[in-house]
């Protein structure tokens, strides 16, 4: 399906002004001024602002993982390739992945936190995101042989989400690297 030019911007200026400001925080009016468009431009391509956050949490899970699942596959060896996940948050947290975007956490983790019931569609396509995220891990996982290759995926995940919200609490921009030192551990185990 072609999406117009103008629906896509709004996407793109929403996307922005949600990761920096929250969800709730930001207004239609103030998206509708950053795209340049007219009120009646946002509701003709998005009923709701629901409909528009659900937009922009689809578009950051293609480009968040295409991202990472990218710099990861680079690596020849499935263990390079998940200890790769790790330069690559570091990369983010340091702000020289998105460029056009400063560190301000997971807009996933934002998404499950700001729409907290379980029910609420945002915080679903937030938890689908990580899930999908936990398949693409398992997958290289698996390739390295380990017995208990699910166990580890989850144990890996765990590490990289406690890494996000390290560096973005704290503003620990090393979060990444410890948790690099822990993925060895569990990898020299395996």
Known sequence: MRRSKKR????????????AQGFHATG????????GVARMTLYKHFPSKDDL????????DEQFREWLLNYMTKEEKPK???LAMFDALELWFNDKAFPEHRFC???FINAAAEFSDLKQLAHQVAARHKGVLTQEILKIV????????EELAAELMLLKEGAIVTAQVSGDK?????AKK???HLLAEG
């Open 8 to 19: 896509e911007h709004l996407v793109d200026v929403a996307l922005g002004l949600f990761y």
């Open 28 to 35: 239609v009016e103030q998206i509708v001024s950053e795209a």
């Open 53 to 60: 956050i659900i937009a922009v949490l689809e578009r950051r």
């Open 80 to 82: 390079d390739q998940i």
């Open 105 to 107: 956490g997971c807009l």
């Open 142 to 149: 698996e390739k390295t042989g380990f017995s208990h290759s």
């Open 174 to 178: 090393q979060a990444a690297a410890r």
């Open 182 to 184: 822990i993925a060895l």
